[in-house]
């Protein structure tokens, strides 16, 4: 049985439009059938189809509000499936100049599902370990000052259904950086603050209003390199 269930999730992943389009959603956002029927270069009525296959096999949602509907990946377990997936097809050889800054650019900050991965959120998560805003001590936590420091940045910490941390193995850097609904919550602030940018491809731009709420996280990004990588 678990042979039978795990070539039905490859069979859903196995055709290249469908692919294309999951990993157009691994950028977290809501996409409507149209743009991911752009993004994977078909007709409308195919990617059509194609939603409804990943909708029945458990891979997107579909949202209504109001009268538009849009696609979103279903659950965080399913944007780190694909997130793994991924990594195999990053590690194809870079041929050319545009391809080479593309990958650059991935392995130095991008949204994995809704938070950041890459070397910057590797750099989060240890520059609010390093200053004492996360603890591992009884499982990763933050301490007191941690959610003080995330008041101040408007980054809003809601208890819910979701944990709040935990470590996602980063698939470029080979370490954790931080995922759930604090990190979601983090990179969902930064946006609205102009602190970064999304490319719509998953990279992440760090502009120079970052400097100061990141360095209060313990993130040095002149240290990072910032303005050669991004």
């Known amino acids: 049985m678990e042979t039978i269930a795990l070539a039905e999730v490859a069979a859903v992943l196995a055709d290249p ?12 956002r809501a996409w409507t059938v149209g743009e991911l029927a752009k993004a ?19 891979f997107v949602a579909r949202v209504k509000q109001g009268r538009a509907s849009y696609v979103r990946i279903a659950d965080p377990r399913v944007a780190e499936l694909i997130e793994h997936l991924a990594q195999h097809a ?10 080479s800054l593309r990958v650059r650019r991935l392995g130095f ?11 910057l959120g590797v750099a989060v998560r240890d520059g609010m370990l390093a200053t004492g805003l996360l603890d591992t001590a009884d499982g990763l936590a933050l301490t007191g000052r941690g959610r003080a420091v995330l ?27 931080l995922a759930g609904a604090v ?8 946006v609205e603050a102009g602190w970064v940018d999304r490319d719509g491809h998953r990279a992440v731009k760090v502009r120079p209003t970052a400097a100061k709420p990141f360095a209060a996280l313990g993130v040095d990004l002149d240290a990072l390199g910032v303005g050669s990588a991004s």
């Open 183 to 190: 990190p979601a919550a983090l990179l969902e602030r930064a």
């Open 17 to 28: 439009s469908r692919a294309t389009m999951c990993l157009a959603l691994l950028d977290g």
């Open 151 to 177: 008041a101040e940045l408007g980054v809003p910490v809601a208890a819910g259904r979701r944990p709040l941390l935990r470590d996602c193995l980063d698939w470029t850097e080979r370490r954790d950086h």
């Open 109 to 119: 900050a991008r949204t994995c599902y809704d938070h950041l991965a890459g070397v």
């Open 90 to 99: 990053e590690h194809r050889p870079v041929t050319g100049l545009k391809s």
């Open 40 to 58: 994977a270069g078909i007709a409308l009525s195919t990617a059509s189809e194609h939603v409804t296959r990943l909708t029945d096999a458990g």
